[in-house]
């Protein structure tokens, strides 16, 4: 079932869904994961939202990543995704976005159920 949760401090619906979502699934702060993915984005010299930098923040926490298929009639959504895996604590990407998934819910701040995920994060 989808969550609806923005834990942007101000509120905001900008790009940065990826601080949104890591927020989320590792029960941090917005601001604080957003300062964890600058510095991080600065000494790799890339944008803290780039799949290579959050990836890397993720995989620093612990989690481990697991690719999806991109193509249908393989492909799931985001709800089905979260239906599939009932237990747990995920990131999911889908290429131009990122959602958290907790124990078979998504916690975003747009139902993004229709979106197609093709890696996800297992967090926890």
């Given at each position: 079932?989808?969550?609806?949760?923005?834990?942007?401090?101000l509120?905001?619906?900008?790009?940065?869904?990826?601080?949104?979502?890591?927020?989320?699934?590792?029960?941090?702060?917005w601001?604080?994961?957003?300062?964890?993915?600058?510095?991080?984005?600065?000494?790799?010299?890339?944008?803290?939202n780039?799949?290579?930098?959050?990836?890397?923040?993720?995989?620093?926490k612990?989690?481990?990543?697991?690719?999806?298929?991109?193509?249908?009639?393989?492909?799931?959504?985001?709800?089905a995704?979260?239906?599939r895996?009932p237990?747990?604590?995920?990131?999911?990407?889908?290429?131009?976005?990122?959602?958290?998934?907790?124990?078979?819910?998504?916690?975003?701040?747009?139902?993004?159920a229709?979106?197609?995920?093709?890696?996800?994060?297992k967090?926890?």
């Amino acid at each position: 079932m989808w969550i609806r949760c923005n834990p942007n401090p101000l509120g905001k619906e900008t790009g940065d869904c990826v601080i949104r979502a890591i927020a989320i699934a590792t029960d941090q702060s917005w601001r604080e994961t957003y300062r964890d993915l600058c510095r991080l984005g600065e000494i790799q010299g890339d944008l803290p939202n780039s799949n290579a930098v959050w990836g890397s923040y993720l995989r620093g926490k612990g989690a481990r990543q697991f690719l999806l298929p991109e193509s249908c009639p393989d492909c799931i959504t985001v709800q089905a995704f979260a239906e599939r895996y009932p237990d747990g604590v995920y990131v999911i990407g889908t290429g131009t976005h990122a959602v958290a998934v907790i124990s078979g819910d998504w916690y975003d701040s747009w139902n993004s159920a229709s979106a197609t995920p093709t890696v996800f994060w297992k967090v926890k």
